[in-house]
Structure formats: C-alpha cells, structure tokens
C-alpha cells in the first residue's frame, strides 16, 4: 500500500522530511525505503492527480521527486 505524503519539510539543500498521514519521516530513511522496497510513497494536490514518488541521484547525493503536473520540476516543493 502506497503511502500519502501530505507535507515535506525542507531547507536550503532539499527536501529533509515527508509527512504522511502515519508520521515524519528523514528524507534519507525514505529513499532508503524506496530503495529496499520497504515502502512506496506517492503526492499530489488531489486524488486524482498523484505521482508515485521516487528516489533520484544527484551530484549531491539522493533526492525525492515526483511529478503530477507533466512539467519537468520536482512538484514535491509545492507541498511544503
């Protein structure tokens, strides 16, 4: 069962957690989870325009991206 981000908290340097409607979760525990397999999460403005998130590289390091809207642009940051 997918999880629901409601909310992300974030900082200069990114997103640094997600809210769901079980709790807060670290950003990296995320894309830990997502990369295990242990979790799936997805986020959107309604139900009916969600987007399954998923973990992404950078040169910094790992991220969380989704994209409901069709644009190229991390729609997650419309969420904090």
């Given at each position: 069962m997918k999880q629901h981000i409601e909310f992300?908290?974030?900082?200069?340097?990114g997103i640094t957690a997600i809210v769901t409607s079980t709790g807060v979760i670290d950003a990296q525990a995320a894309i830990d989870h997502i990369r295990n397999g242990?979790?799936?999460?997805?986020?959107?403005?309604?139900?009916?325009?969600?987007?399954?998130?998923?973990?992404r590289e950078a040169f910094?390091?790992?991220?969380?991206?989704a994209n409901w809207d069709g644009t190229r642009r991390n729609n997650l940051h419309e969420l904090a």
């Open positions: 992300v908290s974030r900082d200069h340097s242990r979790a799936c999460f997805e986020a959107g403005p309604s139900s009916w325009a969600r987007a399954e998130v998923t973990a910094g390091g790992a991220y969380l991206f």
